[in-house]
C-alpha cells in the first residue's frame, strides 16, 4: 500500500481519500485526513467562489501535506470554483455529475490531479479519454447521490474498463473494505461516512450521532423518480419525499422540498427533517472517534486481514 502507483501520483502516504462531502468536509476535516496520511477533501457543494477560498487558505493554515476539493459539476459556481482552486493550485480535484473535459487543460497545467467519481463503466472509460489522472468508482452503498451499481460489481469493472488508477468507494469503513477493494482491482479507496463520524468533523453533533445510531438497513433512497437519486437516513423528510414521487409530483415540486435541507441536518442539526446524507456503512459505527485514530485503525489493521485471509485460503 504505501508504494502504490495512487500513493506516488498524489504524494500520500495511504491510498485512502476522505470523500468530497457537501457541508460536511470542511478544511477542519480534510486537513485532518491528509495530516494522518491521506488525502483530505473539501466539499465544494454549492459554495460560492469566497466561500471555497476562505476554506481552501483555512486548509493551508491546518496542514502542509496535499489536499483537494470536490467539485460538483452541475453547481452554479463551477466555473468561478474552478478558478478559485486554479489561483490557490489546489493538488487534487475530484469532481462529481458531469464531464470536467473542459477544466482539465487548465489544471494539469498547474500540476493537479484530476479524479472525477463515476457510477458506470461508459461513463469510466469515457473519461479517461479526457486525460484524467485516477477514477473514483462509486458504488450505491455510499452516502448521497448515487448511481444503481453496486461497489462488488462496479470496481472490478471499471478496473478491467480503464488504464488509470482506480479508487474503490461506497461501503468501506474498515481494513476488510480495504483489503476486498484492493482484491477487485482498486489501487485505493474513498471513505466519507467514516470520516463524517469524526471528532474533526465540524458537522453538527445530531448528525453525527444519527450515524452511530443507524443500523444496515436506516437508510433509504429517495428521488429516483428525478433522475438523481440520494440515499439518506430514513426521516420525516423521507417519507414526505417518498408521498410526493407516488402521487407524481413534479420534479420541481419535489426539488423545492429538498432545497436546503442537507444543510439543514448537517449544519443546523435537524435529523427528523433535514437531509441526513450517509452511507449503509454507517450500521458499522459505533462511536465518533479522532481522526488519526481511525486512519490508523485501518491500517494497522491491514495486515491482520491480509494474514487472516491466507489462513482461510
Known sequence: MLNSKLCQLLNIKYPILQGGMAWVATAELAAAVSNAGGLGLIGAGHMPPDALKAEIIKAKSLTDKPFGVNIMLMSPFVKEVMQVVIDER?????????????????????????????????????????????????????????????????????????????????????????VAALALGAQGVQIGTLFAASVECTAHPNYKAAIVKAKERSTVVNGVSTGHPVRVIANKLTREFAELEK???????????????????????????????????????????????????????????????????
Open 90 to 178: 489546489v493538488a487534487v480535484v475530484t469532481t462529481g455529475a458531469g464531464n470536467p473535459g473542459e477544466y482539465i487543460p487548465a489544471l494539469k497545467a498547474i500540476g493537479t490531479k484530476v479524479i472525477p467519481v463515476v457510477a458506470s463503466v461508459a461513463l469510466a472509460k469515457r473519461l479517461e479519454r479526457v486525460g484524467i489522472d485516477a477514477i473514483i468508482a462509486e458504488g450505491m452503498e455510499s452516502g448521497g447521490h448515487v448511481g444503481e451499481v453496486t461497489t462488488m460489481t462496479l470496481v472490478p469493472l471499471v478496473a478491467d474498463a480503464v488504464s488509470v488508477p482506480v479508487i474503490a468507494a461506497g461501503g468501506i469503513g474498515d481494513a476488510r473494505g480495504v
Open 247 to 313: 402521487r407524481g409530483a413534479t420534479i420541481e415540486e419535489l426539488d423545492q422540498l429538498g432545497v436546503g435541507k442537507l444543510r439543514a441536518a448537517v449544519r443546523d442539526g435537524d435529523v427528523d427533517y433535514g437531509s441526513v446524507m450517509v452511507g449503509q456503512i454507517a450500521g458499522m459505527i459505533t462511536q465518533i472517534r479522532p481522526v488519526n485514530e481511525i486512519m490508523q485503525d485501518i491500517v494497522q489493521n491491514i495486515p491482520k486481514v491480509i494474514t487472516e485471509l491466507t489462513r482461510k485460503i
